[in-house]
């Protein structure tokens, strides 16, 4: 935990270092609903290492909702219907073979 005082405002920041473990993933996904911001990043000599920051980044975007307050519900809702009709369009592919 690091605390600073930025425009006589106290702001306390807590940072976590996953290295990108997978194993990590279950215990950030419970953080990203409570989070202010993310931060992630990656090594710019290992490409692997960006690829693996977008998937962390996917998972972070999904979880960025609110229904109380409608922040990007209209966002969720566009996702759930392009992964709901993607399915369906896979399934009625399955039946044409």
């Given amino acids: 935990m690091k ?3 930025l425009n006589s405002t106290t702001i ?3 940072l ?3 290295a990108g473990q997978e194993r990590y ?3 950030t996904e419970q953080y990203y609903r409570k989070a202010d911001g993310i931060l992630a ?3 710019v000599t290992h490409a692997a290492s960006f690829s693996a920051v977008r998937g962390w980044m996917d998972s972070a975007w999904f979880h960025e909702c609110s229904a109380k307050t409608g922040y990007n519900m209209d966002e969720l ?7 709901v009709t993607k399915d369906d369009r ?6 044409l073979l």
Avoid: G, N, P
Avoid at 90 to 95: K, L, P, S, T, Y
């Fill in 3 to 5: 605390t600073l005082i």
């Fill in 90 to 95: 896979q399934c009625e592919d399955a039946f």
């Fill in 12 to 14: 306390t920041l807590q």
């Fill in 25 to 27: 993933r279950s215990i």
């Fill in 41 to 43: 990043m990656y090594d």
């Fill in 77 to 83: 809702m566009v996702h759930l219907a392009m992964l």
């Fill in 16 to 18: 976590w270092d996953t």
